[in-house]
């Protein structure tokens, strides 16, 4: 597949230079651009994910008339957050 090439974005002096005081050795500021593109892309992809797998469990919820009130979920965390901290005093 050929490569195609994002358009140039205009910075402050200021951000460049903290990019390029960032880089790894060997790193281009390209490849930094590159890579921050990426993350970003796969951030927004899961967060759409994540949004859609909410609103079907909230459709379903409606369809099944079957809820669990946030105190019973919220209470269950409180449980499992309890006992995983105990646990973590046994073992200190």
Same mark, same amino acid.
Request: glycine share 6%.
């Given at each position: ?12 002096? *200021? /951000? @460049?230079?903290?990019? *390029?005081?960032? /880089?790894?050795?060997?790193?281009? /500021? ?13 951030? @927004? ?9 909410? /609103?079907?469990? #909230? ?25 995983? #901290? ?7």
């Amino acid at each position: 597949m050929k490569t195609a090439a994002i358009p140039a974005v205009r910075v402050p002096p *200021e /951000l @460049r230079q903290a990019a *390029e005081e960032l /880089l790894a050795d060997g790193e281009t /500021l390209s490849g930094f651009v590159e890579d921050a593109v990426r993350r970003n892309v796969e951030y @927004r992809r899961a967060q759409a994910a994540f949004v859609a797998r909410g /609103l079907a469990s #909230r459709d379903a919820a409606r369809a099944s008339g079957r809820y669990v009130t946030a105190a019973t979920v919220l209470g269950k965390l409180d449980r499992r957050l309890k006992n995983a #901290r105990k646990k973590a005093a046994i073992v200190k």
